[in-house]
């Protein structure tokens, strides 16, 4: 994007991606009063929300956008299937999952929620709206695992044979011996 300057119609300057994402999240910082953000060379920093919720934000440099991910709870040993096959589901449904993806980190052996939208016409006001945004859904989601910890199936699901297992050993027949694993890639 070229900015011309207003003393000069001559002159130009080019804004790099990453300046428009750091620069948005130094404005943010400032907002709220963080002191301290680092965001790394990679373009990537980590907020800690309330004490505890992880908020990963990440500069995508090849399609110049922003992406938050967070993890929103451990995949239960039982129904690990049928919450799986819920998750998945929900990304295919728009207005549950509010245009966000649904993922399972195989590392942690929980599930993670992300959302990635453009820099091109951000601002600090359209960050903060995504930002609440994300937020709400990472709690919702959150609580929604609570219960499939607790044993409740998730809506339109039931259980199957070899549900009660862990996540890497299900025999559940509709993943052919194993479950899928959905990983954000940052």
Not at 2 to 22: A, E, L, N, R
Not at 52 to 67: A, P, Q, W, Y
Not at 164 to 173: A, E, L, V
Request: charged share 20%; glycine share 8%; with cysteine.
């Amino acid at each position: 994007m070229y900015v011309h300057s207003i003393f000069s119609s001559s002159i130009k300057f080019y804004i790099m991606p990453i300046d428009t994402f750091t620069n948005i999240l130094h404005e943010f910082a400032n907002r709220i009063n963080l002191s301290g953000l680092q965001i790394d060379s990679t373009g990537y920093c980590c907020l800690d929300v309330d004490q505890g919720t992880l908020i990963h934000i990440k500069h995508e440099n090849k399609r110049d956008s922003m992406i938050f991910i967070a993890e929103i709870g451990q995949i239960p040993e039982t129904n690990t299937g049928a919450v799986l096959r819920y998750l998945l589901r929900m990304n295919n449904d728009p207005e549950e999952s509010k245009g966000m993806t649904l993922s399972y980190n195989v590392e942690s052996n929980n599930a993670a929620i992300g959302y990635q939208f453009p820099l091109r016409f951000m601002n600090i006001d359209k960050f903060e709206e995504f930002f609440k945004v994300f937020l709400d859904e990472v709690d919702r989601w959150k609580q929604k695992m609570v219960l499939y910890i607790q044993g409740t199936l998730p809506k339109g699901e039931e259980a199957s044979g070899g549900d009660s297992g862990g996540t890497s050993s299900s025999t559940d027949s509709t993943f052919q011996g194993s479950v899928p694993e959905f990983i954000i890639g940052a």
